[in-house]
């Protein structure tokens, strides 16, 4: 094939792809493939080159394969890559577990999302993403403004007043709580069981200039290093152990203060019943400590965990500590003789 022949194939395609070219050579064959893999942009340019009459085809060919395998590595290196948890189901369904991640991304954020920001985060390509985000929007669980994404509040406060009743703390309980505020100025919090963790389910913020950030309600995980944790698997059946044994017999380490040996968590949680409140020294945040007590409400197992957090100056501090534990103390002789009322 010569260059008038190209040319007038270039010059009839209004798409800027290639008809049929009947008896190709090796050349003409090469020269195929170099300009049905080019954007349409390059396609131009070499159209041009070859109306004007110039000889830049081998340039052209010299290029191509740079351009293609370009691509080809761009392309790679933005898709999506399979989930790597090892804890992961066999029938997970992956595009819901993507949505999902989303979600939990797009929430934790202060400020709303752009598509690609998202994309980011989560680890997967652009398109992928911006599909989850529309099946989102439509089922109402994001707001999309312009560019932006944001949770669509509607469908969050309808979903969070559904499953209140479930975790909503006893007048007692939010009573008590109140009380330990106002005794120590310290913030406290309430904590139950929610399914196999332990989360967050009060807060009360105290009065002090210096306070513990990042304190609020939904907070779960890391049952051993919480000092609610501890209180509420001390004083509960021993078969609730088992949502903090691992297979390997080490827990999760937040700190470098965490306990991660079972045989020293089960001393520490004898130690507990023998006092009758948990500690937590730094094993959760670095510069925050924490002490819980368990509240049962005429049950035979605790409800709840009542818990204050202190920041590390305060906690060092002797005099201030027992009249923080004296504070979580009387709650827990308030509860007593509400429970034994109850049972009378």
Request: proline share 4%; aromatic share 6%; glycine share 6%.
């Amino acid at each position: 094939m010569d260059l008038r022949v190209a040319s007038s194939v270039l010059r009839n395609t209004g798409s800027g792809t290639i008809a049929a070219i009947p008896k190709l050579s090796l050349c003409d064959s090469c020269f195929h493939n170099i300009i049905t893999t080019l954007p349409f942009w390059l396609l131009s340019t070499v159209k041009y080159c070859l109306q004007a009459g110039t000889l830049l085809v081998g340039l052209v060919a010299l290029l191509s394969p740079c351009a293609y395998d370009f691509r080809m590595a761009s392309t790679a290196k933005t898709a999506d890559k399979p989930s790597t948890d090892p804890e992961a189901p066999k029938d997970l369904v992956q595009s819901v577990a993507r949505a999902l991640n989303i979600v939990d991304v797009v929430a934790a954020s202060k400020e709303p999302m752009r598509a690609q920001s998202i994309a980011s985060a989560v680890n997967l390509h652009i398109a992928t993403t911006s599909h989850l985000l529309a099946t989102l929007v439509h089922a109402g669980y994001l707001e999309r403004n312009e560019r932006t994404y944001k949770l669509a509040a509607g469908k969050i406060l309808d979903l969070s007043s559904r499953v209140e009743e479930d975790w909503r703390p006893s007048p007692l309980a939010l009573s008590l709580l109140q009380m330990v505020v106002e005794a120590t100025g310290e913030s406290a919090y309430l904590s139950a069981w929610q399914g196999r963790t332990v989360t967050v389910v009060a807060v009360e913020e105290g009065s002090h200039a210096v306070r513990v950030a990042d304190l609020r309600v939904g907070v779960s995980g890391d049952i051993h290093a919480r000092a609610s944790g501890k209180a509420l698997l001390a004083f509960g059946p021993e078969s609730q152990l088992e949502r903090v044994r691992s297979v390997d017999g080490e827990l999760g380490r937040r700190t470098e203060h965490t306990i991660t040996t079972l045989p020293e968590f089960l001393a520490d949680l004898e130690l507990t019943r023998s006092r009758g409140y948990a500690l937590d020294h730094q094993e959760y945040v670095l510069g925050v400590c924490g002490m819980a007590v368990p509240i049962f409400e005429g049950s035979q197992r605790p409800r709840t965990a009542l818990s204050i957090t202190v920041p590390l100056h305060r906690f060092t501090n002797e005099e201030y500590f027992q009249r923080c534990l004296d504070a979580l103390m009387e709650a827990r002789r308030l509860d007593n003789e509400e429970g034994n009322s109850t049972q009378a």
